[in-house]
């Protein structure tokens, strides 16, 4: 059984920030900045490419409502919504699940870059997806 279909039994303990039936949102372990938050169903399901798209609504407005309450409370001015999906992109936890880390200035703890490859050709990628 996953780490977090184990939190959703109570097998481990956890920081609960929100519950109910279907769906439970607790503290990140790591806290990158304060008020980071993990989002996920309680059925485990591996990621965004498995969900059934009614469970993926409810849980990324469960995650809004959610991003709102914290920034609010925690006095945060911004907000990066984050969610891996395998291996490559940094999922080590395959339950699907939607961080929510509240941002309070720029040199805060968090650093996220979009770096500029130097070789690129923009219509070869394009024909690739659109193929
Ligand atoms: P990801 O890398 O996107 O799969 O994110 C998994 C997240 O789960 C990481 O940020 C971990 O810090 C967090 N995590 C792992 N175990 C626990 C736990 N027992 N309680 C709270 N957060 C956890
Ligand atoms: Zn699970």
New binding site residues.
Partial sequence: MC??CK?VNNE?P??KVYEDDDFLA?????Q?TDG?T?VFPKKHVKDILEIDDETLSKLIILTKKLSENIMTKMNATGLNL???TNESA?????HI?F?IIPRYDENDEVTIAFNRKSDFNLQSILNKIND
Avoid: K
């Fill in positions: 780490i977090f939190i481990i956890s920081y607790i503290l990140d372990i790591t990158t980071h993990l984050l969610n891996n940094g999922q080590s936890v395959h699940h961080h």
